[in-house]
């Protein structure tokens, strides 16, 4: 029998927490998701003025963070024509998002979740999701 580490309702609230504070730091409306280990949503949050686009790609980033246990951005630098990882953005029905903003959250080895933001450039949607990851481990 497997035992799954997995994050709660309330981890998922504080990683959101974490995020939404540094994006009303930079002065951006973000969408944010936190999914389980198994890329299944536990909790979203659009801030208000939030792009109606941006509700469906955080959930895709945290989706493929969780699945793939690498952050989007690795994704994005990998899968140009010509590397072995190129096509890869088509799978998993093509929820499978390469735009930086989607990390994973690990606790002791372990996958546990992740977290998916959208919204701004993707340097500021990894710079809310790290936020949030940090806000949660220090919390």
Excluded: W
């Excluded at 927490?17 to 930079?26: F, R, T, V, Y």
Aim: charged share 15%; glycine share 14%.
């Amino acid at each position: 029998m497997l035992t799954i580490q997995r994050l709660s309702y309330e981890d998922a609230l504080t990683l959101i927490k974490g995020a939404e504070s540094k994006a009303c730091e930079i002065g951006l409306p973000m969408c944010i998701a936190v999914v389980d280990e198994s890329g299944f949503l536990i909790a979203f949050q659009r801030m208000d003025g939030g792009k109606p686009l941006s509700t469906t790609l955080a959930q895709d980033k945290a989706h493929t963070a969780a699945i793939s246990f690498k952050s989007t951005q690795t994704y994005n630098e990998a899968c140009i024509p010509g590397n072995s990882t190129y096509g890869i953005h088509t799978s998993a029905g093509g929820r499978f998002s390469v735009v930086g903003g989607g990390i994973p959250v690990e606790i002791n080895g372990a996958i546990v979740g992740a977290i998916g933001l959208s919204g701004g450039k993707p340097e500021q949607d990894i710079a809310c999701a790290e936020a949030g990851i940090q806000h949660f481990l220090n919390g």
